[in-house]
């Protein structure tokens, strides 16, 4: 394990990284101080009304799961099924992560547009086929190989639909797909999410986007990850984590988990077989500028940020006020 310094605000603190992790278990991240005691979400079924699920959820800004939400999804019948994956999509390319994506930040003191810059050294390329042989008689606990934010292979395109009460989750859709798969505490940037669960059976741990959260998590300005390793909490070395006020879901095959921004989240596999999850990424209904993610958001790109608050009819804060909550 190697260990670096970064600078966070005036406070030096030490982050650690290893690009050579082993795939992290659901019994690591039950380690976490607080996970016995982490509250619930909704559940919703999924013939909730798209004025309901509005109403009830997106402009409140809380998290949500839609049991079965999917399930009229092609995929949620097809994909557990390799030989259709090899079949349909088998010489199709497709990117794959070696490792931990906040390892990789840490170890090189980039930020996330850096970090596309420099996926060459963190991404390689396989075809599907490639990439299915060595989940099924390949994979190696020890190592790191996930597909994550990959696009959809077009012959699969087909076999993803909507969801019935948000039309407007059809917005960019990406592929996470593997085994023992991780996913380090992060927000999404100005995007409400549906994770819609394929295959597989996944945990997520959420903290709501507040000022207590951000210190709590350890958020540094202008990043959407957190550096506190769930799996592997220190609270000598982040000791606000212990007021964080987690929340925890489980996913289940032919579910959407609704995540509005800016939440933050974690995911894990429950079990170690291969898990496939769609996400889709669209703008959400509301701002809430009692978020530090939103008011940093919106400083760090104030002209698009109040054009589209206009075209979405969003009341737009001053910037006096923006400031006022950002440094005070």
């Known amino acids: 394990m190697v260990a670096i310094n970064i600078l966070v605000g005036e406070i030096m603190m030490r982050y650690d990284y290893d690009l050579s992790r082993s795939a992290i278990k659901i019994e690591q991240v039950r380690t976490m101080p607080g996970y016995d005691e982490a509250k619930s979400i909704s559940e919703i079924t999924k013939d909730i009304s798209p004025q309901e699920f509005e109403t009830n959820y997106r402009i409140p800004l809380r998290p949500a799961v839609l049991r079965g939400g999917v399930t009229h999804w092609p995929a949620t019948q097809l994909w557990s099924n390799l030989d259709y994956l090899v079949k349909k999509s088998g010489q199709e390319k497709i990117h794959i992560s070696k490792g931990l994506a906040l390892d990789f930040l840490l170890k090189h003191k980039v930020s996330k547009k850096l970090l596309l810059k420099n996926r060459h050294k963190f991404i390689q390329t396989m075809t599907v086929k490639e990439y299915l042989k060595y989940l099924s008689t390949q994979y190696d606990p020890n190592t790191i190989l996930y597909a994550r934010s990959a696009e959809i292979p077009t012959s699969l395109l087909d076999d993803v639909g909507v969801l019935p009460c948000c039309s407007e989750a059809e917005f960019n859709n990406l592929l996470f797909f593997g085994r023992s798969s991780f996913t380090d505490l992060h927000e999404h940037s100005g995007s409400d999410a549906f994770m819609c669960q394929i295959s597989g059976t996944k945990e997520v741990i959420l903290f709501p986007p507040d000022d207590i959260n951000a210190k ?84 760090r790109r104030p002209w698009a940020s109040r054009r589209h608050c206009k075209q979405e009819q969003i009341v737009f804060p001053s910037w006096f006020e923006l400031l006022k909550k950002s440094f005070l």
């Not at 958020?219 to 990850?225: E, I, L, T």
């Not at 509005?260 to 596999?269: E, G, K, T």
């Open 216 to 299: 709590a998590l350890y958020r540094r300005p202008g990043s959407n990850w957190s550096p506190v390793r769930l799996f592997n909490v220190d609270l000598k070395k982040f000791p606000l984590f212990s007021k964080a006020t987690p929340y925890r879901v489980t996913v289940n095959a032919g579910d959407a988990l609704y995540i509005p921004n800016p939440w933050w989240h974690a995911v894990v596999s429950l079990d170690d077989v291969t898990t496939t999850t769609v996400a889709c990424f669209f703008p959400p209904k509301r701002y809430d500028f009692k978020s530090p993610q939103t008011r940093s958001l919106f400083l």
